[in-house]
């Protein structure tokens, strides 16, 4: 096979990764160029080389799982990609204010199509609330219901949602809650069905940057967006978030969560899937808040992330034939590769899925969030057994 190949034999050795072996996680390899271009590009060369359909894995997911948890990739070495998004995050702010859009261009606006096939009924991107569902329309409803009892959402309050998405949130909190909501989004796409699906409530969805926020609202939810902001615009977030809301306000914030703190992303995913994205630390996120915010709640749903993202990925290959007419089965590689690579990362326990609730001044009479879950618990068990779930 050659020096190449027999570098790759031994990295992957400690993973118990084979080549051309027959377990699910081992790596077949069609074409011997994937050797020198994971070598020379890293993880950009290995996801290309995948896209390209010169290697395949029975079970992906579990491919990387072994590989991030044995930690190869750090052993690995940085590449000249990571190398070039390292300086670039050093010497330029990648998520400043004439960029905000560009994620939503690139991203977002690849085709309502594409998310509804994928998505469950409410269309919620972010990770769902396993504890107590049997499927993901259950588990993605099952978060929204726990979300707004974090808040403590009352009749008549006005939420802001950054990064609404859809709507999904806006929408289960203004039907079931009876509060308006102010959206914003960054994807034409996402604005335009949101209002749809929003139409006859309390709802606004604007395509707006957080940056042009200059209201006042009873409390702030952000699901899934904090990702796109960058550690340099981490401090202005907080502060533009705190000077939203009432005193007695608060914020919940869901976001992916890193055990390192780091200043850039994955290359392939940059140039792919999240351009200018960048997963936050605990230490990068608390810094950030400390002055501005109090720490409520603090709440590690990681591994709910990973039967969610296979969730996905099943819909995905269960509605594919409704979608190869629009997009190119090298996109489909892409796109579950994406899905099934974070699948592993989270399962491998290297990203974390984090619900942090934050109050303005923090909260004279305490934020109880024990009793939060309990009820919210005890209430699904009832539900679940009345119909049979």
């Not at 994928?118 to 972010?126: A, C, E, F, G, W």
């Not at 709802?203 to 902001?229: C, K, P, W």
């Not at 409704?322 to 990203?351: C, E, H, I, P, V």
Request: charged content about 25%.
């Amino acid at each position: 096979m050659g020096k190449h190949a027999d570098y790759i034999k031994e990295l992957l050795k400690p993973a118990d990764i084979q080549i051309n072996g027959d377990r699910p996680w081992d790596i077949c390899v069609h074409d011997d160029r994937f050797y020198n271009r994971v070598i020379r590009y890293g993880s950009l060369g290995l996801g290309e080389a995948y896209m390209d359909g010169w290697w395949d894995s029975e079970k992906p997911d579990q491919f990387f799982y072994k590989l991030l948890y044995t930690e190869i990739d750090s052993k690995a070495g940085r590449s000249p990609a990571g190398v070039l998004l390292y300086f670039k995050s050093l010497f330029s702010n990648q998520q400043r204010k004439n960029k905000a859009f560009e994620i939503g261009h690139r991203h977002y606006d690849i085709g309502n199509d594409l998310y509804r096939a994928m998505l469950d009924r409410r269309m919620v991107y972010t990770c769902a609330y396993w504890e107590q569902a049997n499927n993901l329309d259950q588990a993605q409803e099952a978060k929204l219901e726990l979300v707004c009892r974090k808040l403590d959402l009352k009749p008549g309050q006005k939420i802001l949602d950054i990064g609404c998405g859809w709507g999904s949130f806006a929408k289960y909190a203004a039907e079931k809650y009876g509060v308006s909501v102010v959206g914003i989004t960054v994807s034409g796409q996402q604005a335009e069905l949101g209002r749809k699906l929003c139409i006859g409530l309390p709802v606004e969805i604007r395509l707006q940057d957080y940056r042009e926020l200059n209201e006042t609202f009873d409390h702030a939810v952000s699901l899934g967006m904090i990702e796109h902001v960058g550690y340099k615009n981490y401090g202005d977030y907080f502060r533009i978030v705190s000077d939203c809301l009432r005193d007695n306000g608060v914020f919940l914030l869901q976001t992916i969560g890193n055990i390192y703190s780091v200043r850039y992303t994955d290359p392939w995913i940059d140039k792919y899937i999240f351009p200018n994205s960048m997963i936050p630390s605990i230490s990068q996120l608390s810094s950030a808040f400390e002055g501005r915010m109090v720490m409520e709640d603090w709440q590690n749903l990681s591994v709910d992330y990973d039967k969610t993202l296979m969730a996905w990925v099943s819909n995905i290959n269960r509605n594919w034939h409704k979608l190869r007419d629009r997009y190119s089965d090298r996109f489909y590689r892409m796109w579950t590769y994406y899905l099934l690579m974070s699948a592993g990362s989270f399962r491998a326990r290297k990203n974390q899925l984090w619900q942090i609730v934050l109050s303005k001044k923090g909260l004279p009479e305490g934020y109880r969030a024990s009793k939060v879950y309990r009820h919210f618990l005890h209430q699904n068990e009832m539900l679940h057994s009345v119909k049979g779930y």
